[in-house]
């Protein structure tokens, strides 16, 4: 071997082979001893507000470094300005195009048929709503299983109904992932661009699950009124990897709860305006509590306590006055009547007996603000039926029952024979009324904000009638007002005009009072009571059930959104004529149906179908 075949045979070990620069990755270019980098970059969405690619251009689901055209179908590119302008001058790109060949392009020309949806969207869109259908009527999931096959076995002429593939694992992520999840993108979007008003409160549910929600309360543009939304709920005692963070339902760790479930969403802090709880010491507390921290960190909050909390503890420390006996007396009667079939057929006969309606007698419940009234009204309603009743379980030997169970009977007996108890009740079901009204209406989801002060202003001044000088109280004499006089006339301020947020939307439309309005409808949306977050509390009651009590928070939480969704943009809709949103298609997709890096999603089962990802215009 020469000295040049050695020379050549060693430059060829030590220079590394030439390397092809790829599109969007990194490329490598020598130049002696230096080499420059190029930076792989990630499509931008100010792309598609750009004149020259807004038309036809769309992010790769699969690809964050990828874009495709919608014009040229499996167009796949880098997301790199400089690609994309290259692709929108191709022959191809311009060829399919609508508008630039010969003849004009119709909607048939893409295979679409006029007015009718892509095959893949249609089907997109049926799973979506029968998804919706499970969510607003809570129906269990799995019944999935066999809703489908049962409708392939009943439409055997449906192209559509035969494509559809929606068992329990897929309507759950439809439900969580494409329903809950768009739906709160949608909203997320109208709080980030209007002032809105918080509400929280905690519960736990039937499976020991401390859960807390958020409801927050906004004038919404699209239904053009106040409305009262669901959020979110969560676990409050949600496990952690961080032993040092352990999980307390303490005022600081709701309060981080409350925040950060708003930052998450890019929701800037500053629209909150308003804050509402009930009077618990962790919320409302003037030390350490959930509200000082709003006010510590959001100067000029307006934080209202729920009012009909605060009448509910009223009339509870009132009813405390009464002797222990009285309310005893109406768990005792419910408790004996409460597991036993026989003794309810056999007080319907005294029920017939005393000429009374076969009503069944209701059970005391603390934490529901009607129940009381309707409890008393009803043990008063059925007294002489339930006295006759106890006196024959008594002193009937027909009754075989055990000493415990006779000596209840005795002592109900007793408190039915005393006159004083039935002197109770009346005055209970003479009293209650009053707060029962009161409650009733500050659990509205209307605007009633605006009464608040003059409507506890009332009920103190019932109250103080019902045991006061009528003419200590109202300082005048009814007989001698005169409705025709101009001068006793009601001011044009209080004039009734309707509902007072429908007044400031119509002012919202005028041009002079734009500002005014806006600022009226923004004071209306602060809280007046907790109520919405109870009916929360009970459609997850609703929902998880004895039968159903495995159901994760997550998968309550993207139930409850997905129901809300199904009222659409103006709340007032249902699962039939609901339409699937722009966002909730786009999340029809593999990866965001199934995300398997979350270990507390679902269940640990394989999705029932293979879905792929879906590509919409």
Known sequence: MSDSDKDSESSANLTPPRKLPKKGGWTRKKEGNTSSHHRQQNFRQQWLKDPAFKDWLLPDTKDVTKAKCVYCPGSSMVAEISNLKVHASTKKHIGNKP???GKTQTLTSFGFQKGVVPPNKEKARAEIKLAAFFAEHNIAFSAANHLTDLLKEIVTDSKLIKEIQLKRTKVTAVVKNVLGEGHKADLAAKLQKTLFSVMTDETTDVSSVKTSCI???????EAQKICSTFWELYNVFKETVDTEDI??????????????????RNIPLTNVIGFGSDGCNVMMGDIDSVKTRLIRDFPGIIIVKCVCHSAHLCTSEACKQLPEGVEQLARDIYNF????????????????????EPHKILKPSQTRWLSLLAVVERIVEQWEALRLFFIDFTTNREHRAKADVR?????????????????????????????????????????????LHVKIRELYTEILLRYLKREYVMRSNLEEIDPKIQDCQLPDKELYFGEPDQFWVHLLKTEDFSDLAYFALSTLSLPHANADCERVFSKVNLLKTKLRNKLIVETVNGTLLAAEATKGPKRDGNCINFEPTKEMYSRMTKDNLYDLKKKDDVSEDVPDILFRDIDFE
Do not use: C, M
Not at 215 to 221: A, C, I, K, L, W
């Open 247 to 264: 999980p307390t339902a303490n005022a600081e760790n709701l309060y981080r709860a409350l925040i950060s479930s708003l930052s998450s």
């Open 99 to 101: 508008g630039t060949s």
């Open 215 to 221: 409801v927050v309360r906004y004038f919404d543009q």
């Open 407 to 451: 000596n209840r009977a005795v002592a109900i007996l007793e408190k039915l024979s005393n006159q004083f108890y039935k002197l109770y009740f009346s005055f209970l079901v003479w009293s209650l009324p009053i707060f029962n009204k009161f409650n009733l209406e500050f659990q509205s989801e209307k605007v009633v904000v605006h009464n």
């Open 337 to 356: 009547f409460r597991y036993s079939d026989k003794r309810q057929f056999d007080f319907r006969n005294f029920q017939s007996f005393a000429a009374v």
